[in-house]
């Protein structure tokens, strides 16, 4: 007879369809597939990087709309004299309600067997549930953004003969500066279609160190102008179709604030989107969700200014 091995070695899965089913019944596999699918650049939790935590349903927070100064001017306080008081002025209170924002798709046996490699079908299933979601948070968040930030400041034609474009960002970084709330201006926000016309324009060309690899005639990308980090995002996204210019304070503009507490059964990804998954064994389907619970706050509407008359690109 002859000898076993002892402990007997753990079962084990063959086969693709028996694996793929299996990653589909587990979140926690489900939740490393969505970590590597974030292949579309989207830019709310950029944009509103600080996070704020939501308590039934919403989040109370304060407006920053108010000088960091109290409301007298200092005085000079002779020997033994008393101080005299001030009161600090505070923001304005608000309250923002989180929603729940998701949709729902299928995936057939049948897609599964049928796509080549058998996974594939999976990964797309997984890409377009997670980027339509994510879509729409981006599209909510720069709506929120846009409307607070009603400060404008008109600049050059980007897209005419005669643009200035480092011009037009430094005088935005001074009027956010000039503010004297402690803002200093780290980012700018512009459309795919205007971004092309900053990584070519010949005067900023000029200023740039040309024998290096990181110059965007190599490698096609401006990442900081400036001093800022450079945002981009399609034109369909922003609020009305509008092409302007935005230079803001990414660590005081505001946040998104997620209802955090996980429910049974979801995948979390990296950007907040939540995934689950159901068999429905009398459709020979995959019914597949997403959603992320959230709500844009803008909490320093003075923490950004918009550059107006820079073209449509």
């Known amino acids: 007879m002859p000898l076993q091995t002892y402990p007997p070695a753990p079962a084990t899965l063959s086969g693709d369809l028996l694996t793929i089913n299996r990653l589909l019944a587990n979140p926690a596999l489900i939740e490393r597939r969505l970590k590597a699918l974030d292949d579309i650049g989207f830019i709310a939790d950029e944009l509103l990087p600080a996070r704020f935590r939501t308590s039934g349903g919403a989040v109370q927070y304060e407006i920053n709309d108010q000088p960091l100064f109290t409301n007298r001017s200092v005085t000079a306080v002779g020997p033994g004299s008393e101080y005299p008081r001030a009161l600090p002025q505070s923001g304005t209170a608000a309250l923002a309600a989180v929603s729940k924002w998701g949709q729902a798709t299928e995936l057939t046996d049948e897609r599964i067997k049928r796509s080549i490699p058998m996974g594939n079908a999976v990964d797309w299933a997984l890409r377009v549930l997670s980027n339509t979601v994510t879509q729409k948070i981006d599209r909510l968040a720069i709506a929120a953004f846009a409307s607070a930030v009603t400060d404008t400041l008109t600049a050059s034609d980007w897209t005419g003969t005669t643009p200035k474009m480092l011009l037009d960002v430094e005088k935005g970084k001074a009027r956010v500066a000039g503010r004297e709330m402690g803002y200093r201006a780290d980012t700018i926000l512009i459309t795919d279609a205007k971004y092309a016309y900053l990584a070519s324009d010949d005067k900023i060309a000029t200023l740039r160190k040309r024998e290096t690899t990181d110059?965007?005639?190599?490698?096609?990308?401006?990442?900081?102008?400036?001093?800022?980090?450079?945002?981009?995002?399609?034109?369909?996204?922003?609020?009305?179709?509008?092409?302007?210019?935005?230079?803001?304070?990414?660590?005081?503009?505001?946040?998104?604030?997620?209802?955090?507490?996980?429910?049974?059964?979801?995948?979390?990804?990296?950007?907040?989107?939540?995934?689950?998954?159901?068999?429905?064994?009398?459709?020979?389907?995959?019914?597949?969700?997403?959603?992320?619970?959230?709500?844009?706050?803008?909490?320093?509407?003075?923490?950004?200014?918009?550059?107006?008359?820079?073209?449509?690109?």
């Open 215 to 313: 110059n965007p005639v190599y490698g096609g990308v401006i990442d900081r102008i400036a001093g800022l980090k450079v945002l981009t995002t399609p034109i369909a996204n922003m609020p009305g179709g509008t092409d302007d210019v935005w230079v803001f304070d990414s660590r005081a503009i505001g946040g998104m604030a997620d209802e955090a507490n996980l429910d049974p059964g979801y995948a979390t990804a990296e950007n907040g989107i939540q995934v689950q998954t159901r068999r429905v064994p009398e459709r020979d389907v995959w019914h597949m969700w997403g959603r992320r619970i959230t709500v844009p706050v803008i909490t320093d509407p003075l923490a950004g200014v918009k550059l107006t008359g820079t073209g449509t690109a």
